[in-house]
């Protein structure tokens, strides 16, 4: 079994399976004002500093939910509404075009039903957005802008956004920054205040922790309109009895990535590297996608000419060996990769791609095992989309 | 063997993908995505091609234990099978989508590309008996048989198909989807046509072809008697929905007899005019791989679920020919006659071809 797709999500680490049982074990609502409410809510607001200490944020910026798509729901959705109230002027939203979906179809719907006007910019080849196409946007349309949002680093090609400068952009105009730094936490240095965006996206299962808890990191002079409304929790901005044992766990695990960062991206970025020197000895053909340095340590993305990426996984599948094609709709029906096509990409490209990602569990056995797998997978997969006329 | 097996999220596949499994076969589960929007297609139970139908396979592919795939068919599904459809009632005929989609979609598009990626065969749900002799038969269940719509396939797809339920009864199968605790044991059965989402294939036809209002005419006395909104809407042997302006001058029922699209023209008549006792065809596909010397002396099915009637059956080239031994009424360009060898075994597929007139 060759597990090569940690972007998807990654084993939690044994420490913070101990931490999710131990607090799982004692009762407790954190609003509770009884002795087993101020002990589950004391555990809650260690975590918080804990998760700001290791991201550049103060405790009070940090505010828990139920994971990354929630996260980026409501920053997208939250701060356009908040600052179209304050200025009934400022009704576009701009994002790059490269976002996950849960940024893309918060951005989409905000276009459909709050008649936001939608600004996409535009990515170069290798899936980077420039600060000249934010600036471009920005010349013309910053006075009428609620929200930029630019992910960090792109969870299909790993291509690392320049978000500091992007972010600078952003400030000269006034408008606030909203970032998608969930692949990006634990695997490249990330820092809120140092970055200077106004929100910032993180979630717990893509680095050892939980599904189902995360945060969004947020300024403390950006408002934000509530999806959610209850009791008031998390300042008034995500209200939900709030998860004790998912959050000191997602706090463990964000402390402990984080910690380890640089040895981790050394040593899976090595592993990376052999990877796609040796996919493209075994395939010469191959093409391989997004920013050729910097770009995510774990993260391989290759387009395979004249194989279809389904049938390429279906066949991998088939000897043990796990990874993606990229995004995948509700019926399970793989689309051409919007991120691709964004790049450049013709269709045909962008349905033959496959991502390999690498995290902390990844040994050079996996390796092994792809390399071993994938010429004759490569080969029959391009049989199987060779046109044939049956009888 | 490594099997592919077709799971439309039915009682039928499911049970036919366990028995596969049963048979020591080496099993994955595949669901074929044919709609470009799911939601447009039958909802629940009715149909074959939504969300719903997709998530109740992969819950059988769970339950059995093998893995599952959803394969993207929506565009090969619309050309070979939607735009047909629609084409053939156009042309006056009146198509069996069922049959093409065996034809076009699962025993070629899908054959072809789980036999690429190294697969062995296609298992599917039909009810239909295909044996160790290669010969394909009815079902055991007369109400189920599915014989018919399998007719159109070459010997080369055959000997790469397995149909593991022609054996048994639908309720049979119901009882042994129940005991091996799969959840689609009480789905309701599918039929209509699944990308007709209403049902109303006369509307889904005038949103593709337009309203072109034409003439019906009575055969016997050439009069015009109603006036029609488009003639691709009609079937031979349809009395329903005729909306004729005055009665026959025998008081009788009048029956569509012909579609002529040339003139735009709707036929009716008495039922009488609607027998046949000649049938011609074309493309004959034989299943036992090579055509038959002389005339065929059979019987023959001229629509799905329709009347079996001997014949003698002559072919030349591309060309069938079948004289009836017996009137049937009803008889519909662009359907299939089929070819039955009476067996007590089980009646035997000789083949099939497309009825021209």
């Known amino acids: 079994m060759a597990y090569l797709d940690h972007a998807a999500t990654t084993p939690m680490l044994d420490e913070v399976l101990e931490a999710y049982v131990a607090t799982a074990r004692e009762v407790g609502n954190a609003s509770s004002l009884h002795a087993s409410g101020r002990r589950a809510r004391r555990r809650v607001e260690e975590s918080r500093e804990r998760v700001a200490a290791a991201l550049g944020a103060r405790p009070s910026e940090v505010i828990f939910t139920g994971g990354g798509t929630e996260s980026d729901n409501l920053a997208v959705k939250g701060i356009f509404w908040a600052r179209r109230d304050a200025d009934p002027r400022r009704d576009r939203v701009a994002s790059s075009a490269v976002e996950h979906h849960a940024v893309l179809d918060a951005v989409e719907w905000l276009g459909r039903h709050e008649d936001a006007e939608v600004g996409w910019l535009p990515v170069d080849g290798t899936g980077r957005l420039h600060p000249d196409a934010l600036r471009a946007e920005l010349a013309e349309h910053g006075d009428r802008t609620a929200l930029i949002t630019a992910m960090w680093a792109n969870n299909e090609v790993g291509t690392v956004q320049p978000i500091g400068e992007l972010a600078a952009v952003a400030a000269e105009y006034d408008v606030p920054f909203h970032t998608d730094a969930i692949q990006a936490v634990g695997q490249v240095p990330v820092d809120f205040a140092a970055s200077g965006v106004a929100a910032l996206t993180v979630t717990g299962h893509k680095l050892g922790g939980p599904v189902g808890v995360g945060a969004l990191v947020l300024a403390r002079d950006v408002a934000a309109v509530p999806l959610l409304h209850g009791g008031g929790q998390e300042r008034d901005v995500r209200s939900g009895t709030l998860d004790a044992a998912g959050i000191v766990a997602f706090a463990v695990a964000v402390e402990a990535t984080v910690k380890g960062q640089q040895e981790y991206a050394a040593r899976v970025a090595a592993l990376r590297d052999d990877l796609v020197r040796r996919v493209r000895q075994a395939v010469p053909e191959v093409v391989f996608n997004g920013d050729p340095t910097d770009r995510l340590p774990g993260n391989a993305h290759f387009s395979f000419p004249g194989c279809e990426g389904d049938a390429l996984l279906l066949l991998l599948d088939a000897q043990g060996i796990a990874c993606s094609t990229g995004s995948a709709c509700s019926a399970g029906v793989a689309q051409p990769s919007h991120v691709l096509l964004a790049m450049g990409a013709d269709d045909d490209r962008a349905r033959s791609s496959l991502r390999f990602s690498l995290g902390h569990t990844s040994t050079a056995e996996e390796v092994d095992a792809l390399i071993a797998a994938l010429p004759a997978a490569v080969d029959r997969a391009r049989r199987a989309a060779a046109p044939r006329t049956p009888r | ?357």
């Open chain 2, 1 to 357: 063997m490594r099997v592919l097996a077709a799971m439309s999220g039915g009682v039928d596949s499911a049970v036919a993908a366990a028995r596969a499994v049963e048979a020591g076969h080496d099993v994955t589960g595949v669901h074929l995505a044919l709609a470009r929007n799911p939601q447009t297609y039958r909802t629940g139970a009715r149909g074959c091609c939504t969300l719903e139908d997709s998530r109740d396979a992969r819950r059988a592919a769970d339950v059995l234990g093998i893995p599952f795939y959803v394969w993207d068919m929506a565009d090969r599904f619309h050309a070979d099978v939607v735009d047909d459809f629609v084409a053939e009632y156009a042309a006056g005929r009146t198509p069996n989508p069922c049959l093409r989609c065996n034809e076009k979609i699962k025993f070629a598009a899908v054959l072809d590309r789980a036999v690429a990626l190294g697969f062995d065969a296609v298992v599917t749900g039909h009810h239909a008996r295909l044996g160790p002799d290669g010969l394909l038969r009815r079902s055991v269940d007369e109400a189920k048989d599915q014989s018919y719509v399998l007719a159109v396939l070459t010997r080369q797809q055959l000997d790469r198909a397995i149909f593991p339920l022609g054996d048994s009864t639908k309720a049979q199968v119901r009882q042994e989807a129940a005991s091996r605790g799969l959840a689609v044991a009480d789905k309701p059965d599918s039929h209509d046509i699944c990308f007709i989402a209403d049902g109303d294939t006369r509307g889904f036809l005038a949103q593709r072809l337009g309203e072109t209002p034409g003439d019906v005419v009575d055969a016997t006395t050439g009069a015009v008697v109603g006036q029609h909104a488009g003639a691709y809407a009609y079937t031979v042997g349809q009395r329903r929905g005729l909306h004729l302006d005055r009665p026959a001058p025998d008081g009788r029922p009048r029956y569509v007899l012909s579609i002529t699209p040339k003139t735009n023209t709707v036929t009716v008549g008495p039922a009488e005019a609607l027998e046949v006792s000649e049938v011609n065809a074309t493309r004959p596909v034989w299943t036992g791989g090579s055509r038959p010397d002389g005339p065929i002396e059979c019987e023959v099915q001229l629509r799905a679920h329709g009347v079996v009637v001997p014949a003698a059956v002559t072919v030349d080239g591309d060309t069938l020919h079948a004289d009836l031994r017996r009137p049937v009424r009803g008889v519909a360009a662009g359907q299939a006659i089929v070819a039955y060898r009476p067996d007590p075994a089980g009646d035997v597929v000789l083949g099939s071809a497309t009825i021209t007139t």
